[in-house]
C-alpha cells in the first residue's frame, strides 16, 4: 500500500489552506496608499505655489497703487503726495489685468490694502471630492512719498 497523497483517500488527505492571491490584495492595497499619498503631495504642492502666487500679487497691487503721485498736488503747490482715489483704482486695475480675484479698500489715512484669492484645480484630491484649492493673501501699501516721508501733513 503506497502512502502518497494522491493514494491516500480524499479523507485522509492534510489539505493546505492555499495562500494563492493573498499578495496580489496586499500589492493593491499598498498601491492605493502610495497613490493616495502621492497625490496629497502634489495638490499640497499646488496649495503652497497658488499662497506664493497670491501674496506676490497682492504685494504687486498694493505696490502699483502706492506709488501714483497726485500730480496736480505736486506741480501746483510742490507736494509730493499719493492720490489715494488713483491709487484704489491702480491696484484694481492691477487684479483685473492679471485676471485675478480679489479686493482692494483704505486701510487708515495713507494705507491702502489688497486682498487677494487664488483658486487652483486640484489635480488628485478630486478622487475624494476637494475639486479647487484655494490660498487668501493680503498686502498693505503706506502711501507716502520718498521726497515728504513720514511728516506729511
Known amino acids: ?18 495562500d494563492r492571491g493573498s499578495i496580489s490584495v496586499f500589492a493593491v492595497v499598498i498601491t492605493l496608499v502610495v497613490v493616495v499619498f502621492f497625490g496629497a503631495v502634489v495638490d499640497f504642492e499646488q496649495v503652497l505655489e497658488a499662497r ?3 501674496n506676490i500679487t497682492a504685494e504687486e497691487a498694493a505696490r502699483a497703487g502706492a506709488g501714483l503721485v497726485d500730480r496736480n498736488r505736486a506741480y501746483s503747490r510742490g507736494k509730493f503726495l499719493v492720490d489715494r482715489q488713483s491709487a484704489l483704482r491702480a491696484a484694481r486695475s492691477y487684479l483685473r489685468a492679471g485676471d485675478y480675484s480679489g479686493a482692494v479698500s483704505v486701510a487708515g489715512a495713507r494705507s491702502i490694502r489688497v486682498h487677494v484669492t487664488v483658486t487652483r484645480p486640484s489635480r488628485f484630491l478630486s478622487v475624494i471630492g476637494i475639486s479647487a484649492l484655494r490660498a487668501d493673501a493680503t498686502a498693505t501699501a503706506n502711501l507716502l512719498t520718498g521726497v515728504e516721508g513720514p511728516r506729511q501733513p
Open 52 to 54: 506664493q502666487d497670491a
Open 1 to 18: 500500500m503506497s502512502t502518497e497523497p494522491s493514494a491516500l483517500p480524499k479523507a485522509h488527505r492534510c489539505e493546505q489552506p492555499s
